[in-house]
C-alpha cells in the first residue's frame, strides 16, 4: 500500500464534463522528494488532471490524498495552497511594474496573509531566504531590476520564485519551457532539478528534449488516464505513446 506515505495520490479518478470523460479511471502518484515529468497530447487530461490536484474541479469519483492522509476532495483551492500545492500556469504573471526583489518580497508577505510592501519589516531570516530564492532561479544580478525588463525566460523563473516564497511540499509546473531560447530551456532543466532536492515537482511539457534532460520518471496520458509510465526510453518506445503522441 503506497498510499499512507506518497506525497501525492490519486486514485481511479474520474470527472466527465457534459458526458464527456476528461479523466478515465486515472492513477497518478508522486513521492516525496520525486520530480516526474508529464506529457501526452492536447486534450489528454493533463491539465484537468491538475484543476482536481489544486481544488479548482471536483472528481466525479475516485481518491485524492495529499502528504498520506489529507483528502484533497474535500478541500477547496484556498485550502489546498495553504497546505503546501503551488502551482505554475504556463504564463508568467509577474509584476511588471516591480522589482525582481519586489516580487519575491510580495510573494513571502502573501504567504503571511500580507499583500504589500508597505506593512511588513522583512526580517534577517525572510532577507536571506530572498537571496536564497534569487540564487536557485538565477536572478541575483536582476534582483533591482523591473520585471518588465526581464526576458520571458526570467520572468518564467521568476515565477518559479514566487511559488517557492510559499515553500510549497508538491509544485506544479505547466509547460515552463514554452516560448523559451535553447539555453534558458536547459538551465530550467537543472533549475527544476535543484528545486525539486526539497520538495516535489509535477511538469508538464511537450519539449521532448527537455523531458530527456529531466531524466526522470515519465507519465504518458491520453484520453484520461495513464497510457504509460517508466523512464524516457521506455515511454518513448511504447507503441500507445507512439500512436496516440510522438508519431503525431
Ligand atoms: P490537456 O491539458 O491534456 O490538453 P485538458 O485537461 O485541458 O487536456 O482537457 C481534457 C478534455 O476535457 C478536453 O477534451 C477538454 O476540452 C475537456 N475539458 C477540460 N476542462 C473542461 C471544462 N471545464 N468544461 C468542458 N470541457 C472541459
Known sequence: ETKPRSLLYLDGVSVSFDGFKALNSLSFVVEPGELRAIIG???????????IITGKTRPDSGEVFFNGEIDLTKKDEADIAQLGIGR???K?????SHTVWDNLELALNRKRGVFSTLFYRLTAEDKARIEEILETIRLTHRKNDLGANLSHGQKQWLEIGMLLAQEPKLLLVDEPVAGMTDAE???TAVLLKEIAKSRSVVVVEHDMGFIRDLGV??????E???LAEG????VSNDPKVIENYLGR
Open 41 to 51: 497530447p492536447n486534450g489528454a487530461g493533463k491539465t484537468t488532471m491538475m484543476d
Open 88 to 90: 505554475k500556469f504556463q
Open 92 to 96: 508568467p504573471t509577474v509584476f511588471e
Open 185 to 187: 530551456t536547459a538551465e
Open 217 to 222: 520518471k515519465v507519465t504518458c496520458l491520453a
Open 224 to 226: 484520461g488516464s495513464v
Open 231 to 234: 523512464s524516457i526510453d521506455f
